[in-house]
T-cell receptor, first 113, second 110 residues
């Protein structure tokens, strides 16, 4: 299984809602990532987990809260988002180590109203 | 700081060869990746360079010069399906922090 899955594919939420994005991989990868991608822009790193511990937080606002409950799952909890947070949210995973390619999921298209 | 530059767009003809350049300035360099991203899809891995020189993989080759902060992706025998964005990405020491360039949108015409 060389796939990273993400749910939901699309999400529309209001600024007062609480929602979660989910990501799953079964490749035995111990590094998992969240990226945000706006239209016609490159992915921007948000968070990195290594061995289920948060190792990088790229100064992301606290309305985004990541969670890695086990080595296969990665969640992104959303609360009190702003319209400018509307974007494609990509999850990726990789082996831990130099030169490890990242495998990306298809993304969740988020719209904040 | 970190900076990655790529041309915004390129156009090439089916069957031809195209070279996409990438220049970078980063701290703690630990390798350079090229990813392909079709519109509306996730990026997929193409190549990785950490030492100077050329890496060849089928129709795709990637070159790195660390002293010049320069890489290129070479695509041969272009096919229509190669129309996509090509993202140059640099990782820092430790390998987790990956910074993507803005990407080069390649249009392949018949």
């Amino acid at each position: 299984d060389t796939e990273v899955t993400q749910t939901p594919k699309h999400l529309v939420m209001g600024m007062t809602n609480k929602k979660s994005l989910k990501c799953e991989q079964h490749m035995g990868h111990r590094a998992m990532y969240w990226y945000k991608q706006k239209a016609k822009k490159p992915p921007e790193l948000m968070f990195v987990y290594s061995y289920e511990k948060l190792s990088i937080n790229e100064s992301v606002p606290s309305r985004f809260s990541p969670e890695c409950p086990n080595s296969s799952l990665l969640n992104l909890h959303l609360h009190a988002l702003q319209p400018e947070d509307s974007a494609l949210y990509l999850c990726a995973s990789s082996q831990v180590g130099q030169g490890s390619e990242q495998f990306f999921g298809p993304g969740t298209r988020l719209t904040v109203l | 700081g970190q900076n990655i530059d790529q041309p915004t767009e390129m156009t090439a003809t089916e069957g031809a060869i195209v070279q996409i350049n990438c220049t970078y300035q980063t701290s703690g360099f630990n390798g350079l990746f090229w990813y392909q991203q079709h519109a509306g899809e996730a990026p997929t891995f193409l190549s990785y360079n950490v030492l100077d020189g050329l890496e060849e993989k089928g129709r795709f080759s990637s070159f790195l010069s660390r002293s010049k902060g320069y890489s290129y992706l070479l695509l041969k025998e272009l096919q229509m399906k190669d129309s996509a964005s090509y993202l140059c990405a640099v990782t820092n020491t430790g390998g987790f922090k990956t910074i993507f360039g803005a990407g080069t949108r390649l249009f392949v015409k018949a």
